[in-house]
């Protein structure tokens, strides 16, 4: 018996439909999908939210997407702001706004430039924050992270306290370990650069670490 085929959805103004098994997802508006969706592609303009879980492949999204479940994804990108209330597993996340993840967020290659709160685990292989707001993660893991102002941040910063523009974690641990107005319990990796505006509490390192003269480790440790 062979399967069905997909169908397309497109939806326009303000709409509430169902949720389901979609080919091509396109939404210019402010809506809502009720149950778990899942699609091959969906391009959204406008403000969404699902009463579910999302499983997609491809996701650009302009605006704002808030998710009562879990999502997965192949490639999310765009800008805007995304609530995720459960975990985010993707294999790429390109995305400039402000992410929320009520649990883990994982993904192959991760660059954000903004803000964000991660309640669980932020893991990916190749970990980019470009900071433009406050970011609170809970513990970071991958191989190789970089953590840095943007350029506007920058500027903001001579107005705007440091804590406004500065990432906070528990716990940090990479291969390679590049950190920028971060503040930590303990950062553990190959090779560490704390940079400036930093405060860790302690580093273990295997291979070098470089300190910024403005910036703090209480202890320093190679394993």
Known sequence: MTEAKKQDMKMMGNFTASGGQFRHIRLTGDGMLSGDTSCERMACTGTLTIQGDLNGGQLRLTGELSVDGGMRAGSVGGRGEVEVRGSLLAEKLSFTGHLQVGGNC??????????????????????????????????????????????????????????????????IEGDEIEL?????????????????????????????????????AQEQLRV
């Open 106 to 171: 994982e993904s192959g290659s991760f660059e954000l430039a903004g803000a964000c709160s991660v309640e669980g685990l932020l893991s990916a292989e190749q970990l980019d924050i470009s900071l433009y707001g406050p970011c609170r993660v809970k513990e970071i893991g991958g191989g190789r992270i970089r953590v840095k102002q943007s350029k506007a941040a920058a500027l903001k910063r001579l107005a705007f306290p440091l804590q406004a523009m500065s990432l906070s974690a528990d716990y």
């Open 180 to 216: 920028a107005y971060t503040e930590a319990g303990l950062v553990r990796g190959n090779r560490v650069v704390i940079g400036p505006g930093c405060q860790i509490g302690r580093v273990e390192y295997r291979d070098t670490l470089t300190i910024h003269r403005s910036a703090s």
